[in-house]
């Protein structure tokens, strides 16, 4: 799931730097660094203030900024030259929250006052391993976080939690740190919703173009009827059907005659409108199982499942018949329409490919011999 989130995200940096896909995800992961980064600083600064204040001692301030700016160079490095793409865990996620809440039981011990501050803190690195990590991973990290925090304010030099008589500068500072925690943390939210966001309308996205992908490869846009490409698996089904348990199946190559004349004679328009035709006529006479699919141009191919050579030629022989005493004189005056039918059944021994040349040789038969006629393979 977060692997897909980010991809979504990658492809918007990779499309704006140019950079190939490894480098971009390398500069991703570090710009995440770079987020935490920005939230140390934030931290540190408010501790400076704290420091100015006389709250804390000046050297928690310079040891936590240190601290910051080791988690921000360290895992920069790792991801920007380390080879991590085999971990279970990429990102590093983990190692970074680990590394955050050893920084704020840090902060605490050197600290205490300012406990309610470093624990608020590190609610921002659990939400942000939450939008990352499985739930048990993230609570199992939650519970050993805070047994830490229990031992550290458990120690002889943390009997007083939090600031004792505080003045109105510090309970200025306190309330300004809660509120860039809360701020922090809905930031997150917001992250993880717009990482949401994206995903849906990428879902969605991807949803249409496969549909209209799969309607475009299964279908023949003028005619309705099957595409060349979405018939050859059902006819290698019949194939292996047939050779599997027998079952009878026929294939037919069905050409409209002299077709190339009436788009001269009538207008391509009039030829699209007769194809259109000529499969509602297919459709009229044949079975509710019988498929039919435009194989090129001028020419059709029926899958015939269920019926042997002879049910077979009755069914194509009925389609011809329809064909030529069709009134088609609505489309142009003086129209006449007449196919040529090649018929093959399915052997044990046929591939798709021997099937369909037996078929089409049957067509070439019956076009060579006056159109307007069925043979039989």
């Known amino acids: 799931m977060q692997i897909a989130l980010d991809d979504i995200w990658l492809d918007r940096l990779q499309r704006r730097t140019g ?83 050893l920084v704020q039981l840090l902060g605490m011990s050197l600290a205490p006052q300012l406990a309610p501050v470093f624990i608020g803190t590190m609610s921002i690195v659990f939400a942000f391993g939450g939008l990352r990590i499985e739930l048990r991973a993230a609570m199992l990290s939650w519970f050993i976080a805070f047994v830490g925090v229990g031992i550290v304010l458990s120690l002889p030099a943390n009997g007083s939690l939090g600031i004792v008589d505080p003045s109105r500068l510090e309970v200025l500072l306190l309330c300004l740190s809660f509120a860039l925690i809360a701020l922090r943390t809905t930031l997150l939210a917001y992250y993880g919703s717009a990482l949401r966001m994206r995903l849906h309308e990428a879902n969605s996205a991807l949803g249409r173009a496969k549909q209209d992908a799969e309607l475009l490869a299964a279908s023949d846009a003028l005619t309705g009827a099957l595409s060349r490409r979405a018939i050859l698996p059902l006819i290698e089904r019949s194939v292996k059907r047939a050779a599997k348990t027998g079952a009878p199946a026929c294939v037919a190559m069905i050409d409209l005659d002299w077709f190339k004349s009436i788009n001269d004679r009538f207008g391509h328009l009039a030829g699209d409108q007769v194809l259109r035709r000529v499969v509602e006529r297919m459709r009229e006479c044949l079975r509710a199982s019988d498929v039919i699919a435009r194989y090129g141009g001028e020419e059709f191919v029926l899958l015939l499942e269920g019926a042997d050579q002879n049910a077979g030629t009755r069914l194509v022989e009925r389609v011809r018949l329809a064909i030529s005493a069709t009134d088609w004189s609505a489309i142009g005056p003086g129209l006449r329409v007449s196919v040529s039918c090649g018929v093959a059944s399915v052997g044990p021994a046929d591939t798709v490919d021997v099937l369909l040349a037996r078929a089409d040789k049957a067509l070439y038969e019956a076009k060579h011999g006056g159109r307007d006629r069925l043979c039989v393979a």
């Open 19 to 101: 950079l190939d896909r490894d480098k971009s995800r390398r500069l991703y992961r570090v710009i995440l660094v770079c987020a935490i980064g920005a939230s140390y600083l934030v931290d540190t600064i408010l501790y400076g203030l704290f420091a100015a204040a006389g709250t804390i001692d000046g050297r928690v301030v310079g040891i936590y900024g240190a601290a910051g700016f080791g988690h921000l160079a360290l895992f920069s490095l790792i991801h920007w030259f380390g080879h991590v793409e085999h971990r279970r865990d990429p990102q590093l996620v983990t190692s970074q929250m680990a590394y955050a809440v």
